[in-house]
C-alpha cells in the first residue's frame, strides 16, 4: 500500500502533478474519486498519504494557471460562500496566537534532538504523526484548513469555467462513494478482506459491520452522510 511505502507515495505525487498540470480539470477529478481511501484519523500513514497526494495537486494545478490565479483571489469577495470560507481559515490561524507557538517550537526541537540545524523531512513527519490531543495539533489543523480551502477554490473555479466540468466532478464524487459503500458491503458479507489496503494503524475493526476503507465503522457512517 502506498502509504507504507514512501517511494510508491512519491511516485504517486508526481504523477498526479504532472496529471494536473498537463490536465488540470482530469487531476482534481482523479482526487476527488479516490478521496474515500483515505478516511482516516489524522494522525495516520493513510492520512498523511491523502495531504501529500493533495499537495501534489495543487502544487501542478497552480503551476497551471498562475498567471490567472490572482483573478480567483479577487473572485472571493464577490462570492459570499468564498468569502466566508475564507474568514473561517483566517479565524483558524487568528486562533493560534492564545498559543504559545515560539516556546512550542523550541520544545519540540529539543525533543526531536534536532540540534543547530532541523532536519525538515524528521522534523515534518514527526509533526504530523502528533494526534489531537497534543497542543502542537492545532497548528496541523489550521494548515489542514487552508489546504481545504484551496482545494475547494480549485473545485470551484473548474465548475465555474464548465458546466461539463462540474459533471464530471460530481460523477468522480459519486463513483467513489459508491465503491466506498459497496467495498463495505462486500467486507461484511465476508467477501472481501480490505486490511491490506486499510491498514491497522489507530483502526477499530467490527467483523460484519460495514467500514469499508474508514478507520471504524462510524467514520464509515459519517462519510456517507
Do not use: C
Not at 498526479?16 to 478516511?39: D, H, K, Q
Not at 523550541?106 to 515534518?124: K, N, Q
Not at 491490506?196 to 457512517?221: E, H, I, K, Y
Amino acid at each position: 500500500m502506498v502509504p507504507s511505502h514512501p517511494p510508491a507515495l512519491a511516485a504517486a505525487a508526481l504523477f498526479v502533478a504532472i496529471l494536473t498540470w498537463s490536465r488540470p480539470g482530469w487531476g482534481i477529478t482523479l482526487l476527488l474519486a479516490v478521496l474515500p481511501l483515505f478516511a482516516h484519523h489524522p494522525a495516520t500513514p493513510l492520512a498523511h498519504s491523502l495531504i501529500a497526494l493533495t499537495a501534489a495537486v495543487q502544487f501542478g494545478y497552480v503551476l497551471r494557471v498562475w498567471p490567472s490565479a490572482t483573478a480567483a483571489w479577487r473572485a472571493i469577495a464577490r462570492q459570499p460562500l468564498l468569502l466566508l470560507a475564507a474568514l473561517f481559515v483566517a479565524a483558524a490561524f487568528l486562533s493560534l496566537s492564545s498559543l504559545p507557538l515560539s516556546g512550542m517550537w523550541h520544545e519540540y526541537r529539543a525533543a526531536l534532538g534536532t540540534g543547530p540545524r532541523v532536519d525538515w523531512p524528521r522534523a515534518v513527519e514527526t509533526w504530523m504523526q502528533l494526534g489531537e490531543a497534543r497542543r502542537e495539533f492545532p497548528v496541523t489543523s489550521a494548515l489542514l484548513t487552508l489546504q481545504g480551502f484551496v482545494l475547494a477554490l480549485m473545485v470551484w473555479r473548474e465548475t465555474k469555467a464548465s458546466s461539463a466540468a462540474a459533471v464530471r466532478l460530481s460523477a468522480a464524487i459519486t463513483l467513489g462513494l459508491l465503491a466506498f459503500i459497496g467495498l463495505g458491503w462486500l467486507e461484511a458479507f465476508g467477501l472481501v478482506d480490505l486490511q491490506a489496503l486499510r491498514g491497522t494503524t489507530m483502526v477499530d475493526v467490527r467483523p460484519g459491520t460495514p467500514q469499508s476503507m474508514a478507520g471504524n465503522p462510524g467514520w464509515f457512517s459519517e462519510y456517507i452522510v
